[in-house]
């Protein structure tokens, strides 16, 4: 009985929220918002929105910076996986790069500023040796009006995410087979793997590809960090309307998140188009024999981006590390004058309230997501067969739809009910996000485990509920830990749904290392995303040791 609630529970986490969330984001965009004495349905608040100064640019630079994430961290992506799957150097790369799915995008965004900014780590290694420089130049790197380093800091966030959802495509497709046929045709091995492999390996990472896409286009947290400010894209602009002490303004932010809202569609749109396009190109190269053999520098240059990505965050992490214990500084010193802990004493009791919020919503929003996924995976087994392609879609709904489009309706819903800025509804709008990672997690393990373990189990005579708990859990623990690091990460990592539903009295550290941004000093900022960075990555170090552990001397009892 209790395994049918699993599906229901689902379902209604992922499409009561966002539906909800989306009808709340549609009445006050049309006038109608009785709490704030919008009695009647118009177009007000789309005129307030248009007036506003440089509105479509926010929005052109909103629609930009996801196409332009996608194309580019895919094309990497799929370069570097033509190029050198079914290597050595592959397989220690695909290491190397796993660790970054742990660092939540602020961080990796603060990582990358430290490493870029024109007082950051790359001058201070190259002046004043290669460029004379012995003060920082007045070159505007971190937000830059074209918003390139917003977006270079989507794109290395998003090669590791891309990365690992086509990794776990490739085997239903035998690519070593496969290598070896087209090899054998005289294809070099990206084109072979483009004309071969890719048409079966995409339609399976489409979905994760339009998450890609709706949340660079709508995101806020990296924005604010990395991205323009004259004008802001167009999230960063709703969030500080929906934040404005003048509550009419929740009007006009509405009215921006159907904007929002939007934008994300079109590009999709234009996404779709574009795989139209690709297709066809593919085609007729396909069709005309070329076999393009010569692709010795496209291989390298696939190579040398994966690992420019890569490297660039792990640097950049350096470096926060490095700001959180230094003393004075100047530029263009490469290392500190002197470490000290004296900003981390001074830092530490402010830490402590956001640190116990985020522990405490982390660890009960990815308790109850883990638990509901496998509630669901139980009653996939009773059925005999796996949820259909419509489920799929419903999983991945509150990551196509626009954060903004739904969490400002939420939010309304959670005032009107009386509940914001509750841990209960901060736990609730995590869950919404956790329990997709959580489910997509599990899957895999889940179905891969051997039935014959529970054949032999009924065999001796256990039951359902004694086979459930003493040999499938035990046998997958590995992976319900991971599953659990790997939500515990999402949680951490959430920005806007702390802000908007935590309304700016239950703080994260992630909200307040965000809010640092705007100020100047490195070292704090440094402190709270190093934090960031480490909470994650504990994460994950329990769930590879504590399996060790456990197991050390039944080193064969694991998925």
Known sequence: MLTRLGPFLAIGLLTVPVAFGLAGTLLPAFGYLPALGGMEFGLAPFAMLFSEPAIFMSALMSLVSGLATAAISLAVVMLFTAAWGGTRLFARIQHLISPLLSVPHAASAFALAFLIAPSGMIARLISPGLTGWERPPDLLI????????????????EIPFLLLVTLAALPQVKPARMRALIASMGYGRISGFVFGLWPSIYPQIRLPVFAV?????????????LGPTTPAPL???????????DLSMRFLASAGAVLQ???????????????????????????AGRRFRRDRVLRWGALAAMLVSAGAIFAGLVALGLWSVAGLWQYPDVLPARFDLRNWMRVLPNLAEPLATTLFVAFISTSVAAVIAILCFVREDEMGRPPGRGALALLYLPLLVPQVAFLFGLQ??????????????LVFAHLVFVLPYAWLALKDPWRAFDRRYDQIAAGLGKGPVRRFFQIRLPMLARPLLAVAAIGFSVSVGLYLPTVLIGAGRL???TTEAVALASGGNRRV???????????????FAVATIVPALIFRRYRDMHV
């Open 142 to 157: 971190v937000h830059d009006p074209f918003g390139l380093s917003m977006m270079a800091g989507l794109i290395v966030k």
């Open 213 to 225: 896409i709706a949340f660079a286009t709508s995101v806020v947290d990296v924005a604010t960090i």
């Open 235 to 245: 999230a960063v602009r709703l969030v500080d309307w929906m934040n404005d002490p």
């Open 261 to 287: 809202l939007g934008v994300t569609a079109a590009a999709i749109l234009i996404w779709i188009g574009f795989e139209k396009l690709g297709a066809r190109l593919r085609d007729r190269f396909s069709c």
């Open 412 to 425: 309304l819903l959670f005032i009107l009910t009386g509940v914001e800025a509750t841990l209960a509804a």
């Open 507 to 509: 703080t994260t550290i």
């Open 525 to 539: 900022i440094g402190i709270y995303a190093f934090m960031q960075m480490v909470l994650p990555a504990a994460g």
